[in-house]
Nanobody, 120 residues
């Protein structure tokens, strides 16, 4: 069974850094677009960053220049390097991927999320 498992959340001071990692486990035929989302209580989940199979990246305006998304297809991972963190970055971060689970069928999968807290 395919699962996405995040790690690397925690606490950081404003201006600090954290690195999130998400690994895809289980049998997959291919992993297409991979994304990081975040959500705070009472708010909609919002897209933070996305990376295509060709390595093309896109970022939400509120993280541009501070966050970097990367992927390692051999390891089936997608990472989010978060620098110059701000208290407003506090949220639960979840990874998401479009995965080919058999030769003719792809499906969206979500991780359970990891908490990131930025405070002094």
């Amino acid at each position: 069974q395919v699962q996405l498992v995040e790690s690397g959340g925690g606490w950081a001071q404003p201006g600090g850094s954290l690195r999130l990692s998400c690994i895809v486990t289980g049998k997959v035929f291919a992993t297409y677009v991979m994304n990081w989302y975040r959500q705070t209580p009472g708010n909609e989940r919002e897209l933070v960053a996305t990376i295509s199979t060709g390595g093309i990246t896109k970022y939400a305006d509120f993280v541009k220049g501070r966050f970097t998304i990367s992927r390692d297809d051999a390891m089936q991972t997608v990472d989010l390097q978060m620098n110059n963190l701000e208290p407003e970055d506090t949220a639960v971060y979840s990874c998401n991927a479009d995965i080919l689970v058999d030769p003719s069928f792809s499906q969206q999968f979500w991780g359970r999320g990891t908490q990131v807290t930025v405070s002094s």
